[in-house]
T-cell receptor, first 118, second 114 residues
Framework: GAVVSQHPSRVICKSGTSVKIECRSL??????MFWYRQFPKKSLMLMAT?????????EQGVEKDKFLINHASLTLSTLTVTSAHPEDSSFYIC??????????????FGNGTRLTVT | QQQVKQSPQSLIVQKGGISIINCAYE??????FPWYQQFPGKGPALLIA?????SEKKEGRFTISFNKSAKQFSLHIMDSQPGDSATYFC?????????????FGPGTSLSVIP
């Protein structure tokens, strides 16, 4: 159980275009979803926290207008990278939790999306 | 104070050996310490987690040792296998601070050689 599906797994886009990444909890309702960015051989950097039906909370230094997050339902959150540039190329990973008790409801991660902007 | 330090950065262990990864934290409000395993091109997966009310937790070949006074915890992988080759992240979170923000260590790349 507790499967998080992320789509697409890989995407290549041209500079200036926008890319949407979907994160779905397949067998549970996620009260909260998180978006991370990971550079090669580096740790996960939290970008934003999204709760269903409300605005996402962005971490310091993350551009809200650049990385649009929508949490339309308890099973779906989307990250849209707007006007993508080569420096946005990275591995984006989402995660989700059921309850606000990490010990009983650990983070479940998607398999990530490798974004390459040419 | 929100940092989690992790060492070594990379580790090479022979098959059958013990892999040991160490982590340290500063924030005494942290009360949840998970370890994640990540294979190349995949998202991290929870391996094992511990709370500071116990000093050790074992699940199969994986053991977390926790030293609350030293604010340190470590992952031991017994009888390491080539399939264990992955990047391991320790992490910490606090229900009294940002309950839903898990702070990740920088990661350890483990290679188990036959």
């Amino acid at each position: 159980g507790a499967v998080v599906s992320q789509h697409p797994s890989r995407v290549i886009c041209k500079s200036g275009t926008s890319v949407k990444i979907e994160c779905r909890s397949l067998d549970f309702q996620a009260t909260t979803m998180f978006w991370y960015r990971q550079f090669p051989k580096k740790s996960l950097m939290l970008m934003a926290t999204s709760n269903e039906g409300s605005k996402a909370t962005y971490e310091q230094g993350v551009e809200k207008d650049k990385f649009l997050i929508n949490h339309a339902s308890l099973t779906l959150s989307t990250l849209t990278v707007t006007s993508a540039h080569p420096e946005d190329s990275s591995f984006y990973i989402c995660s989700a939790i059921v309850e606000r008790d990490l010990y009983n409801s650990p983070l479940h991660f998607g398999n990530g999306t490798r974004l390459t902007v040419t | 104070q929100q940092q989690v330090k992790q060492s070594p950065q990379s580790l090479i262990v022979q098959k059958g050996g013990i892999s040991i990864i160490n982590c340290a934290y500063e924030n005494t409000a942290f009360d949840y310490f998970p370890w994640y395993q990540q294979f190349p091109g995949k998202g991290p997966a929870l391996l094992i987690a511990i709370r500071p009310d116990v000093s050790e937790k074992k699940e199969g070949r994986f053991t977390i040792s926790f030293n609350k006074s030293a604010k340190q915890f470590s992952l031991h992988i017994m009888d390491s296998q080539p399939g264990d080759s992955a990047t391991y992240f320790c992490a910490a979170s606090g229900t009294e601070t940002s309950y839903d923000k898990v702070i990740f260590g920088p990661g350890t790349s483990l290679s188990v050689i036959p």
